[in-house]
């Protein structure tokens, strides 16, 4: 970071949670979110979130919710949620964060929108999404796609991966930039990424 005296960017995110400002308006109520390291470390200059491919399965007007789970699923559940950040680690409001992905059994649908789901991040740039962790598929290893559009300035399109995941070493598409930080919560898990917008 610079040495002018903009607070850095854990001291943003440790003062967000100590004013307990994770309980979002529109949000779901349940949460199992723990503090998690940010994804990757930001200091002023780094470079933006590597984007990648939205892949075939990419389906547009998706709804406006954070809670994607769906009645009668069997997969573990998972909130996913960080800041969505400049390149001087500047939080940014009102950025649209589009999730999508496979389902419990590696399938998405194109025909409805399981499993799909935008929302804005806050005053503080946060979002947060209560979901599933999705199937592998054929080619594959286990992933979410997302889309992160600064209205009127740039649009991200990318990939988030998980830990640990023996298929990783075999997905032409993996990068470790784009791995997730993650934790147990009992029977569910806790999932973080900060994407870097290429803003100043």
């Given at each position: 970071m610079s040495t002018h005296s903009t607070p850095s960017r854990r001291q943003l995110l440790h003062g967000a949670l100590a004013a307990g400002s994770l309980g979002l308006t529109g949000?779901?109520?349940?949460?199992?979110?723990?503090?998690?390291a940010p994804t990757p470390q930001c200091h002023d200059g780094d470079p933006p979130t590597e984007?990648?491919?939205?892949?075939?399965?990419?389906?547009?007007?998706?709804?406006a919710r954070a809670d994607l789970t769906e009645?009668?699923?069997?997969a573990r559940l998972v909130e996913l949620s960080g800041y969505v950040l400049t390149r001087s680690c500047r939080?940014?409001?009102r950025v649209l964060v589009d999730?999508?992905?496979?389902d419990e059994h590696g399938d998405y649908d194109n025909r409805t929108f399981r499993y799909r789901g935008h929302i804005l991040t806050d005053a503080a740039g946060r979002y947060r999404f209560r979901t599933i962790e999705p199937a592998l598929y054929p080619g594959r290893?286990?992933?979410y796609h997302a889309k992160v559009l600064a209205t009127g300035r740039q649009l991200l399109t990318t990939q988030l991966y998980?830990?640990?995941?023996p298929m990783n070493a075999r997905d032409g598409f993996f990068s470790r930039e784009l791995l997730m930080?993650?934790?147990?919560?009992?029977?569910?898990?806790?999932?973080?990424?900060?994407?870097?917008?290429?803003?100043?």
């Open positions: 949000y779901p109520d349940a949460t199992f979110a723990q503090e998690l984007p990648q491919t939205e892949g075939p399965f990419y389906k547009p007007r998706s709804p009645p009668g699923a069997k939080p940014v409001p999730l999508w992905h496979a290893t286990r992933h998980f830990p640990d995941e930080r993650v934790a147990n919560s009992g029977e569910a898990m806790s999932a973080r990424f900060d994407f870097v917008l290429d803003l100043r």
